[in-house]
């Protein structure tokens, strides 16, 4: 069965960090890219980083600077640090893999989906 747990927000303050943490199993974690979405609240979920599968990472121009993704291999674990939280990055963060080579910010490239951790940025 495949899974992707993601774990790591909550309500802080802005100017503040979080880090999130997904745990992958059930598929070739090697084999696929990884990335981090974002939803804020009634708005589309958007793409705010991506590790493709050959190791480039990429990071939207709303978090770079602020956030870094990272993976553990040998865990199949990926996280993301968020630094410099503004209130308009409250969401649901969710993470998600694609097999192969996928365009990073293409939603419909991503076979699995994690139920997704809220963050809370308050100001």
């Known amino acids: 069965e495949v899974q992707l747990q993601a774990s790591g927000g909550g309500l802080v303050q802005a100017g503040g960090s979080l880090r999130l943490s997904c745990a992958a199993s059930?598929?070739?974690?090697?084999?696929?890219?990884v990335a981090w979405y974002h939803q804020a609240p009634g708005k589309l979920r958007e793409g705010v980083s991506c590790?493709?599968?050959?190791?480039?990472?990429y990071y939207s121009d709303s978090v770079k600077g602020r956030f870094t993704i990272s993976i553990d291999n040998d865990k199949k674990m990926v996280y993301l640090q968020m630094n410099q939280l503004k209130p308009e990055d409250t969401g649901v963060y969710y993470c998600?893999?694609?097999?192969?080579?996928?365009?990073?910010w293409g939603f419909g490239e991503y076979d699995y989906w994690g139920q997704g951790t809220l963050v809370t940025v308050s100001s």
């Open positions: 998600a893999a694609g097999y192969g080579s996928v365009w990073p």
């Open positions: 059930g598929f070739a974690f090697d084999d696929h890219a």
């Open positions: 590790r493709s599968n050959t190791g480039a990472i």
